[in-house]
C-alpha cells in the first residue's frame, strides 16, 4: 500500500517493496554526495519545528582559497571552527559540505546564537562567525571579503534558506563527485547539526492505489503553481515532468518528494478521505 510521510516541511510518497531481504553491505568510506546523503538532510531539514526556533540565525557560507591536502585536514578545521563557535555564545548550527568548480571545499550553514539583548550582541556574533573562521582558515588563503554572513531574520527566512540548499541533488556542479579535491580518497560525512534543534517526527500515512495517484496529481498542480510564482523555468520544466516514465509500470508507482507545507498537505488529505480514498494514518 501506498506510504506517505508528512514533514514539517514537506512530503515524500511512494510504494514500499514487498520484499526486502537483500543483504545489507557494510559500511564503508564516505566519498562525497550519495542520494542516502541527500535525503538524510533533506528529512532532517524538513522536520525542524519553526515555531520553537528561537534565538539569532545566521546563513553563512564559508570559503577557502586554497584546497586541504586531505578530507581529515578539512575535518579538522570545520570541528576547530564549531568549537570556537561554542565558545563564543552558539547554540545551534547546520552544515553542508560542498566544492567549487575548481575543486576546493567549502562550508555552507546556518549557526543560531541566543536572543540578542542589544545591538552591541548582533554585532559581536556577526564577527565571531568571521572572525573565528579567518583564525582557523587563514592558513588556506580565506580572505574576509570571500565570506558570506547574513542574518536569518524569521523563520520564512530559514526555510527558504534550507529548501535552496536542500534541494540540490546529488548531480548538482557543488555536490558532483567530479568536482571533489584531488586526492581526496573519501570525503567522510558531507553534512551536520550540532545542538538542540526543535524537531518533529513525520506522520505516516497509507493510501489507497487510487488515492496515491490522486495525491500525486496534486502535488504536480501545486508544484507547478508554486514553480510559475518563482518564475524559475527549470523548476516549472522538473514539475511538468515530475510523473512521466516511458514505461507504464514504473509511472504507477514513481514517489514524490515535495517542500509542501504540512498544513496544506493535511487538508489535501481530509479531500481524499471526504471525497471517498482510503486515508489511514
Given at each position: 500500500?501506498?506510504?506517505?510521510?508528512?514533514?514539517?516541511?514537506?512530503?515524500?510518497?511512494?510504494?514500499?517493496?514487498?520484499?526486502?531481504?537483500?543483504?545489507r553491505?557494510?559500511?564503508?568510506?564516505?566519498?562525497?554526495?550519495?542520494?542516502?546523503?541527500?535525503?538524510?538532510?533533506?528529512?532532517?531539514?524538513?522536520?525542524?519545528?519553526?515555531?520553537?526556533?528561537?534565538?539569532?540565525?545566521?546563513?553563512?557560507?564559508?570559503?577557502l582559497?586554497?584546497?586541504?591536502?586531505?578530507?581529515?585536514?578539512w575535518?579538522?578545521?570545520?570541528?576547530?571552527?564549531?568549537?570556537?563557535?561554542?565558545r563564543?555564545?552558539?547554540?545551534?548550527?547546520?552544515?553542508?559540505?560542498?566544492w567549487?568548480?575548481?575543486?576546493?571545499?567549502?562550508?555552507?550553514?546556518?549557526v543560531?546564537?541566543?536572543?540578542?539583548?542589544?545591538?552591541?550582541?548582533?554585532?559581536?556574533?556577526?564577527?565571531?562567525?568571521?572572525?573565528?573562521?579567518m583564525?582557523?582558515?587563514?592558513?588556506?588563503?580565506?580572505q574576509?571579503?570571500?565570506q558570506?554572513?547574513?542574518p536569518?531574520?524569521?523563520?520564512?527566512?530559514?526555510?527558504?534558506?534550507?529548501?535552496?540548499?536542500?534541494?540540490?541533488?546529488?548531480?548538482?556542479?557543488?555536490?558532483?563527485?567530479?568536482?571533489?579535491?584531488?586526492?581526496?580518497?573519501?570525503t567522510?560525512?558531507?553534512?551536520?547539526?550540532?545542538?538542540?534543534w526543535?524537531?518533529?517526527?513525520?506522520?505516516?500515512?497509507?493510501?489507497?492505489?487510487?488515492?496515491?495517484?490522486r495525491?500525486?496529481?496534486?502535488?504536480?498542480?501545486?508544484?507547478?503553481?508554486?514553480?510559475?510564482?518563482?518564475?524559475?523555468?527549470?523548476?516549472?520544466?522538473?514539475?511538468?515532468?515530475?510523473?512521466?516514465?516511458?514505461?507504464?509500470?514504473?509511472?504507477?508507482?514513481?514517489?514524490?518528494?515535495?517542500?509542501?507545507?504540512?498544513?496544506?498537505?493535511?487538508?489535501?488529505?481530509?479531500?481524499?478521505?471526504?471525497?471517498?480514498y482510503?486515508?489511514?494514518?
Amino acid at each position: 500500500m501506498p506510504v506517505l510521510k508528512v514533514y514539517q516541511h514537506g512530503i515524500t510518497a511512494g510504494i514500499p517493496p514487498m520484499k526486502n531481504d537483500h543483504p545489507r553491505a557494510k559500511r564503508g568510506n564516505v566519498i562525497g554526495w550519495t542520494e542516502k546523503a541527500t535525503r538524510a538532510n533533506v528529512a532532517f531539514l524538513r522536520s525542524v519545528y519553526l515555531p520553537e526556533l528561537h534565538g539569532l540565525g545566521f546563513a553563512v557560507t564559508l570559503t577557502l582559497r586554497d584546497c586541504p591536502a586531505t578530507s581529515d585536514d578539512w575535518h579538522k578545521l570545520r570541528r576547530a571552527f564549531l568549537m570556537r563557535m561554542n565558545r563564543a555564545g552558539m547554540v545551534r548550527a547546520h552544515w553542508v559540505t560542498e566544492w567549487q568548480r575548481r575543486g576546493v571545499p567549502h562550508l555552507h550553514g546556518a549557526v543560531y546564537f541566543p536572543e540578542p539583548a542589544d545591538a552591541s550582541d548582533y554585532i559581536r556574533y556577526h564577527s565571531a562567525i568571521e572572525g573565528h573562521w579567518m583564525a582557523v582558515a587563514g592558513a588556506y588563503g580565506a580572505q574576509r571579503w570571500a565570506q558570506h554572513v547574513k542574518p536569518i531574520t524569521d523563520a520564512l527566512g530559514w526555510f527558504q534558506y534550507v529548501a535552496k540548499h536542500a534541494a540540490r541533488g546529488v548531480l548538482h556542479y557543488q555536490r558532483n563527485s567530479e568536482n571533489m579535491p584531488k586526492g581526496w580518497e573519501k570525503t567522510g560525512r558531507v553534512w551536520g547539526y550540532v545542538g538542540t534543534w526543535p524537531r518533529r517526527d513525520a506522520i505516516q500515512i497509507e493510501l489507497s492505489q487510487q488515492g496515491y495517484w490522486r495525491f500525486r496529481r496534486i502535488v504536480r498542480a501545486w508544484r507547478m503553481a508554486d514553480a510559475r510564482r518563482s518564475g524559475d523555468s527549470y523548476r516549472i520544466r522538473q514539475a511538468k515532468t515530475m510523473l512521466q516514465d516511458s514505461d507504464r509500470a514504473r509511472c504507477e508507482v514513481r514517489g514524490v518528494s515535495e517542500w509542501m507545507p504540512q498544513s496544506l498537505t493535511l487538508t489535501v488529505l481530509d479531500h481524499l478521505a471526504a471525497s471517498g480514498y482510503s486515508v489511514v494514518n
